[in-house]
């Protein structure tokens, strides 16, 4: 028997992840698979009991239908949402579930994944002149827009809640970093989001501090005469120093005295000195030089005092005076 379905009297519909499910529709329950339907179809945010209502089951059966699909990947939950809504017929995007509590952890936030259909993004894009001219303008900065990207950008604008000009904003900024990748774009600002940053002043605040931060980090790699991009752990390190205000000249100090007595870059020693000095409020150049000379006349006095002769390495001392004793015996890592 051959079928020909016609998909006009469907009514509301919605996107399946078939190629995640498909290697455990064999194996899945009745009750799993319903569940997972009702997920699907129903509104963003949604409890188990409304899942159980909604399937014809008991709670702890959708609960653990619920926890079936997530194991698998099929299905991704972010956790309890106050603003619940109940099943209903409209065309809405992939339910957002409340995930399975485990017994012995809290339950940890996962990532939100948000699926519209073709149509739904078409729809979408027909009845909002704002969305469709956001779409328009993201590709005149050559975006390059498939489907998955389009849906990104609704995700950006409906469940994110950035208005268009926010997002038109960020793209050119993308576009100014040689990054015209929509992955990239939606990246970015959902990392503002997670930080607070949702308003248009927000986002263009939050863009002249990342230039910032940028051309800091430019700058220390030059005085570091480092050619490859810095690793994760450096850029943190990076980061703290521009946030915390120590100029490029205190930097550029404390990598030379590394050099000396490391012969290597180490960030750990750099960090080490850095915060011993803004400790002992030492904040310029000048105060660099004159604390040097006042650990050399001490070490002179203390020597001359106790009949021994001042032959330690210079540079060793004023790292044990530092604090960093440690790490000269041992060659400390560094990282």
């Not at 120590?246 to 050099?259: G, R, V």
Request: contains cysteine; proline residues 2%; hydrophobic residues 40%.
């Amino acid at each position: 028997m051959e079928y020909k379905f016609v998909s006009d009297s469907w009514g509301a519909a919605f996107s399946f992840p078939w190629a995640a499910a498909a290697p455990f529709i064999k194996e899945c329950s009745e009750i799993q698979l319903k569940v997972l339907i009702c997920a699907l179809a129903g509104a963003r945010y949604t409890t188990s009991a409304v899942l159980a209502d909604t399937a014809g089951c008991s709670e702890a059966d959708a609960m653990a239908a619920v926890n079936y699909w997530l194991e698998r990947g099929v299905l991704c939950a972010e956790g309890v949402r106050e603003d619940v809504h109940r099943f209903s017929s409209k065309n809405e995007p992939v339910s957002l579930v409340e995930s399975v509590k485990p017994t012995q952890a809290a339950p940890v936030e996962k990532k939100v994944t948000v699926r519209y259909s073709q149509r739904e993004m078409s729809e979408k894009a027909e009845k909002d002149a704002t969305l469709k001219n956001l779409i328009n303008e993201i590709q005149s900065l050559q975006f390059s827009i498939n489907g998955t990207e389009f849906a990104k950008i609704i995700e950006l604008y409906e469940y994110y809640k950035f208005d268009a000009p926010s997002i038109l904003l960020a793209a050119d900024y993308c576009r100014s970093a040689g990054k015209c990748s929509v992955a990239y774009l939606y990246t970015i600002m959902v990392n503002w989001y997670k930080e607070g940053i949702n308003t248009y002043a927000d986002v263009e605040e939050a863009m002249i501090k990342a230039a910032e931060v940028k051309s800091f980090e430019n700058k220390i790699m030059r005085i570091f005469g480092m050619e490859n991009k810095p690793s994760k752990k450096q850029r943190e390190y990076i980061r703290e120093w521009s946030k915390l205000g120590y100029n490029t000249e205190l930097i550029e100090i404390a990598y030379n005295k590394c050099m000396d007595i490391k012969t290597k870059l180490s960030f750990s020693y750099i960090d080490g000195i850095l915060k011993n000095w803004a400790n002992g409020g030492i904040t310029t150049s000048e105060q660099v030089a004159e604390n040097d000379e006042q650990f050399k006349s001490k070490r002179a006095a203390s020597a001359e005092l106790s009949g021994a002769s001042y032959d330690l390495d210079e540079f060793e001392n004023f790292a044990l005076n530092y604090g960093f004793g440690d790490q000269v015996r041992s060659g400390g890592r560094g990282e």
